[in-house]
């Protein structure tokens, strides 16, 4: 087989695991949805994400604001609303950004995408959240 179909494989198969659309419930009844990684976005390794963050989106910050991976890579966000309106969270990337759903309070959604060492800006896209303090930097280590 060569690189390129196992590519597309990889690439279809974080799409199916970070695909579902639709909700499911957590523990504790707090709905989970997920938002697939964007169309033509690389794909993760094989071992899946080099890391995970996860970001607690509360009027008007984000949780932590300016977290660091020690890895560059695929870099899974779960975002969860623990505020009391409705919050996202949108990450821009080297080569683009991703947004989450629109989260209504207690909801988590999961968004993906590769980083290269950098320092990336993430934020609330709804309204005018951002420019109320929900923005920080994500800084990406190799």
């Avoid at 932590?64 to 821009?92: C, E, I, M, W, Y």
């Avoid at 988590?108 to 609330?124: D, Q």
Wanted: charged residues 20%; positive net charge; glycine residues 12%.
């Amino acid at each position: 087989m060569s690189a390129r179909p196992a590519h597309l494989l990889v690439l279809a198969a974080l799409a199916v695991a970070l695909g579902g659309c639709g909700e499911q419930r957590a523990a504790g009844g707090a709905a989970a949805r997920t938002s697939p990684v964007p169309v033509g976005a690389p794909a993760a390794p094989a071992g899946g994400a080099a890391a995970t963050v996860d970001v607690s989106l509360v009027e008007y910050r984000l949780e932590p604001a300016d977290p660091r991976v020690a890895r560059s890579g695929v870099v899974a966000f779960v975002a969860t609303n623990d505020g009391q309106k409705r919050h996202a969270l949108a990450v821009d990337g080297p080569a683009g950004g991703v947004r989450s759903v629109t989260l209504r309070p207690g909801e988590r959604a999961t968004i993906a995408l590769r980083f290269a060492p950098g320092t990336y800006k993430w934020f609330c896209p709804i309204a005018d959240h951002e420019r109320r303090g929900m923005t920080g930097r994500v800084r990406v280590q190799e």
